[in-house]
């Protein structure tokens, strides 16, 4: 099987750019509405590997997108360490026991992929659904990005309960970071073998550090990833996405990651010049050019479409997820002006 993406991640010959959008089965989608309706909720659609398939494929069967991505979310892992997540309505995810010691820390279970078991049915039950039609994106949250959730018990705007554990406890977060990261490494790894054809590791919040603290509390966590699964996986490929981490990339690719997400405050072609030709580089248009016209984004596809050097080595996104109240007939448009425009620029 040859896919564009998997041979833009790996720079190989692709006949035209591919794309996929962060967040492409969401509440944008009247469909997605229904099936989540029907599971009574976000987490247990998530939990339900029929209904998990069937809102993955929504997204594929309207738009002639490049990628299938698993249908999940990176707080998973917390979930099945025992924090009790809960999402409360407008207010996004929740913990019911954040993580506020060291004893939390320590007690947290080492081996997580029995609890995790619905994730990989899910990957399983879509990878027969797809029956290779386009590659499966697995995915799982950074360990900085899955810690200040932990810490913070839900969102934040300051971190300051996860910044001040990084001040005052530095062995304590490194701790939790580490835990946090062996277990990122089973659970891709366990994606990986349950049928995903490559894995992207979504750093949120990483771009929230100073530089050095993004090296040692984030960006490090994520290389002992990277070398944990190509140690299994060597064919895999891998993208990380610092969200903010756009003055960070020569770093980034530095972990030999296959590819680095960057988002729309970085000009792709300033991306390029930081990593050469080492990784392939995936993004980024600003989210909010899809409340354009048709005409305005079909402009800015091209303004970044012009900036890329090369025939392969660029997978197509937003720089963040695709916000809910977005006109599905302009992700039409989005997907195939990308599709029609590439030929014009390679
Ligand atoms: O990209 C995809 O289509 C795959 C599915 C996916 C979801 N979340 C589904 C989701 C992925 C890859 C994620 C990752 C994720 N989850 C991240 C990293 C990427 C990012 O957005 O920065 C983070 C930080 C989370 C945690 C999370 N999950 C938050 C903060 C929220 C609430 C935000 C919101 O839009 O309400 C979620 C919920 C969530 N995850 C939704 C979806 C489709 C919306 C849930 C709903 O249906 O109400």
């Not at 509440?27 to 209904?51: H, I, M, V, W």
């Not at 996860?162 to 970071?177: R, T």
């Not at 016209?293 to 402009?299: F, G, K, Q, R």
Request: net charge neutral; charged share 20%; hydrophobic share 40%.
């Amino acid at each position: 099987m040859s896919f564009n993406y998997i041979n833009a991640l790996l720079k190989k010959p692709t006949t035209r750019t591919p794309i996929w959008i962060m967040r492409q089965a969401g509440r944008y989608l009247p469909e997605y509405c229904t099936t989540r309706k029907q599971a009574g909720d976000f987490l247990s659609l998530c939990k339900n590997p029929e209904l998990a398939c069937e809102v993955t494929m929504q997204p594929i069967d309207r738009f002639d997108l490049d990628a299938a991505i698993l249908f999940s979310d990176i707080l998973t892992i917390p979930d099945a360490m025992g924090l009790g997540l809960y999402f409360s309505q407008g207010e996004g995810p929740r913990f019911k026991h954040p993580i506020q010691n060291l004893q939390d820390i320590e007690k947290l279970p080492n081996n997580l992929n029995n609890e995790l078991g619905y994730v990989f049915d899910s990957v399983a039950t879509i990878k027969k659904a797809l029956n290779n039609r386009l590659p499966l994106i697995g995915f799982s949250g950074s360990p900085w990005t899955l810690a200040t959730y932990m810490i913070e018990g839900g969102n934040s705007k300051t971190f300051s309960n996860a910044k001040k554990m990084l001040f005052n406890e530095p062995k304590m977060l490194h701790l939790l970071l580490d835990k946090l990261a062996d277990s990122v490494i089973a659970y891709l790894s366990q994606q990986i073998l349950s049928g995903a054809n490559s894995v992207m590791i979504f750093d949120t919040w990483g771009g929230v550090l100073s530089k050095q603290n993004y090296l040692d509390f984030s960006l490090d966590y994520m290389s002992k990833i990277v070398k944990g699964v190509k140690a299994k996986h060597s064919n895999t490929p891998i993208t990380l996405f610092s969200k903010n981490g756009g003055k960070h990339l020569n770093y980034i690719a530095d972990t030999t990651c296959d590819c680095v997400g960057i988002d729309w405050t970085l000009e792709l072609a300033d991306a390029q010049q930081q990593v050469g030709n080492r990784v392939a580089i995936q993004g980024n248009l600003d989210p909010a050019i899809l409340y354009a016209s048709p005409a305005v984004i079909e402009i800015e596809v091209k303004k970044i479409l012009s900036q890329f050097q090369g025939n392969t080595g660029h997978v197509f996104n937003l720089g963040h997820g695709i916000a809910p109240d977005v006109e599905p007939d302009n992700v039409k448009v989005l997907v195939d002006s990308v599709h029609n425009f590439s030929k014009d620029y390679r």
